[in-house]
């Protein structure tokens, strides 16, 4: 008899969208407070403080993606065509502000253009994905193991609004990451930025906490039936805790503690929302075992993942130690 697989590939995949968010976040939101800020300096000190590690961020997401389709193909047939257009949108978004990140550093009179074209690419791709997250809340209509929606059930307000949140969740990564690799001036308008975005921040995630349950039965059944209500609770409490963290750190100018804080909700969010879908993974109806592969298809996967995401991982703490410090000019850095 096969070890069941299931549980562990769920385990890699959630880590592969959850190190996707958490590294990919930060540079997305930097790509879209960038509009905000004029000084062609600050602006280079931007997207230098990002520059050595944004690109290796979407291997988590094609991880995640390839994934899915290999161990969770059914999952793949539901989600991919019910959610092609904000998919789409995403991979435009990405692809648009790679684009404009590589083409700005050509002095020009077009450097304008592709400033504008790094900060629309963020954008669209943040909200994207926030998109993307509602509709996975609210779940997707199947009928004889098919998608059976249209190609516009995307767009519901709950999805719509989950978009907002997340703008302004890669806000707050992007703007604590400043306040972590910047001085001067441009490290504290990060800093007021973080505190606008953190209220924005909480607001979102007491209307999304509020709208989940009172919309979708099921995920109020889970967090509020005893003695779950219990288990749970730490979720919300840490949540509050670490805003108010966030926001000392800020007060007090320390510089690593906010982005450390504004890590910590993000994966308290990413928690709540383990808490609210498990075991599905095309709610409300398909689960993860019923959407896996075979078992010996899952075996054979998993012996190439076991070699490659330790791989991934050490690059990526070797990557970020390296380039550890304040960003002081062109793509440079110095060591703290």
């Known amino acids: 008899m096969l070890l069941d697989l299931v549980p562990l590939w769920a385990a890699i995949m959630a880590l592969a969208v959850f190190m996707y968010v958490l590294l ?24 230098a403080s990002v520059a050595p590690i ?6 988590w997401l ?6 899915l389709l290999a161990v969770f193909p059914l999952a793949f047939a539901i989600v991919m065509p019910a959610l092609y257009f904000p998919i789409l949108l995403m991979l435009l978004g990405l692809l648009f502000r790679g684009v404009a990140f590589e083409f700005r ?41 098919q998608f059976a929606g249209s190609s516009w059930d995307w767009i519901s307000p709950f999805a719509l609004l989950t978009g907002l949140g997340l703008v302004a969740g890669y806000a707050l990564q992007g703007a604590t990451w400043l306040v972590m690799k910047t001085e001067g001036e441009l490290q504290q308008w990060a800093k007021q930025m973080a505190r606008r975005c953190l ?9 999304i906490s509020v709208w989940t349950p009172l919309a979708e039965p099921r995920i109020a059944a889970r967090w509020f039936s005893l003695p779950n209500v219990f288990y749970f609770a730490p979720v919300p409490l840490l949540t509050v805790v670490l805003a108010w963290q966030l926001e000392r750190g800020l007060r007090r100018g320390w510089d690593v503690v906010p982005f450390l804080c504004s890590m910590g909700l993000f994966f308290l969010a990413f928690t709540g929302l383990v808490i609210s879908l498990w075991p599905y993974v095309a709610p409300p109806s398909i689960t993860l075992w019923d959407a896996a592969a075979a078992p010996k298809s899952q075996a054979f996967m998993l012996i190439g993942t076991m070699f ?29």
Not at 199 to 207: E, Q, R, T, Y
């Open 24 to 47: 990919d976040g930060f540079d997305l939101g930097v790509g879209m407070l960038f509009a905000l800020r004029h000084d062609e300096h600050e602006r280079d000190l931007m997207v």
């Open 54 to 59: 944004w690109d290796f961020n979407e291997t």
């Open 62 to 67: 094609i991880l995640g993606v390839g994934g």
């Open 105 to 145: 550093e050509v002095a020009g009179p077009r450097r304008a253009l592709w400033d504008r074209g790094f900060f629309c690419g963020s954008l669209v791709a943040t909200y994207a994905q926030g998109v993307v997250l509602g509709n996975f809340i609210q779940g997707f209509p199947v009928s004889g193991r």
């Open 199 to 207: 209220w924005g921040v909480l607001a979102f995630i007491a209307m």
């Open 308 to 336: 490659l995401l330790p791989v991934i991982l050490l690059y990526v703490f070797w990557s970020y130690w390296v380039f550890r410090g304040k960003v002081k000019g062109h793509h440079g850095h110095h060591g703290v």
